[in-house]
């Protein structure tokens, strides 16, 4: 065991973790899809300070990229979308969307749909509205994923974006088992590599953790494959190049009182909780 290795493990037994859903689905408490489903309403509030929930859903076909298990799916299907799509890359989650969605009686206005959203499965001009929560910090090819919704976004049609930003304090996704703020900022990625592999080695689900996170490059060199670094800065160049008008705009900072640090360039990446951004097809 590398001297960080420990270092990181040891300062990893300071900081309590925060509440995760893969732990409570291990503990018996409740599946992701039932955790997704309560959190609902907080997917979406970042929003309703412009938007009203009708406005977003109601009667509309709603398209909910990397939905997971699909419980916020069908959190918009019940607050009066028309039809919702939920889209993502894991197949597992398939069967367990479904399982709420019949849970829900919500069946009848839900498809679960497997694939990559760099290229969407759906005609032009068919959906009234995009869900990207906590999606494009996820997604491999963030520029082709936007001109994707472009194209099957109806004229005048939205997609709602809310993502914490890479240096948030637990922008590296790994707070399942390292409670470390900004764990990512003071270690390596090879490190925290084999701290997260040692961590959940012993969980139920502690393969299935590191094949869901982790790949192998050209050179096989393994890395985090399930985050793709996604910075404020990063976000807004891809912003100018999007065909897409930007509607709605703001970051929101870690605390109300952090906001006037988190509007200063030297501190904005690391104390911002959310970036936040409507964009309409004109």
Not at 240 to 258: A, D, H, I, M, T
């Amino acid at each position: 065991m590398s001297i960080q290795v420990s270092i990181c493990k040891k300062l990893n037994r300071l900081f309590p973790l925060p509440v995760h859903p893969f732990n409570l689905q291990n503990e018996g408490v409740k599946t992701y899809a039932q955790w997704q489903f309560e959190k609902g309403s907080d997917t979406i509030k970042f929003f309703l300070e412009k938007y009203s929930t009708e406005s977003m859903f109601k009667g509309k076909t709603v398209l909910d990229i990397g939905c997971g298990a699909a419980g916020k799916t069908l959190y918009y299907a019940a607050s009066g979308a028309g039809f919702v799509y939920g889209m993502d890359i894991v197949p597992e989650y398939k069967e367990e969307a479904w399982k709420l969605a019949r849970e829900k009686g919500l069946e009848e206005k839900f498809e679960f749909i497997l694939g990559d959203a760099a290229a969407l499965p759906f005609d032009e001009d068919c959906i009234d509205t995009i869900i990207m929560n906590d999606a494009m910090e996820h997604v491999a090819n963030p520029e082709k994923v936007l001109e994707e919704c472009y194209r099957v976004l109806k004229p005048g049609g939205r997609i709602f974006i809310n993502f914490p930003p890479y240096h948030h304090p637990f922008g590296a996704h790994l707070s399942d088992t390292i409670g470390i703020p900004w764990v990512h900022l003071f270690f390596s990625e090879k490190t925290l590599i084999q701290v997260y592999k040692d961590l959940v080695s012993n969980l139920p689900d502690g393969q299935k953790r590191i094949n869901f996170r982790i790949s192998k490059d050209q050179q096989e060199k393994e890395f985090f494959s399930y985050i793709n670094k996604m910075t404020i800065k990063r976000f807004e160049r891809i912003l100018k190049q999007s065909p897409f008008k930007v509607e709605y705009r703001r970051n929101v900072p870690l605390r109300s009182f952090l906001k006037p640090i988190s509007a200063l360039p030297a501190f904005k990446e690391a104390f911002t909780k959310m970036v936040v951004a409507v964009l309409v097809k004109a």
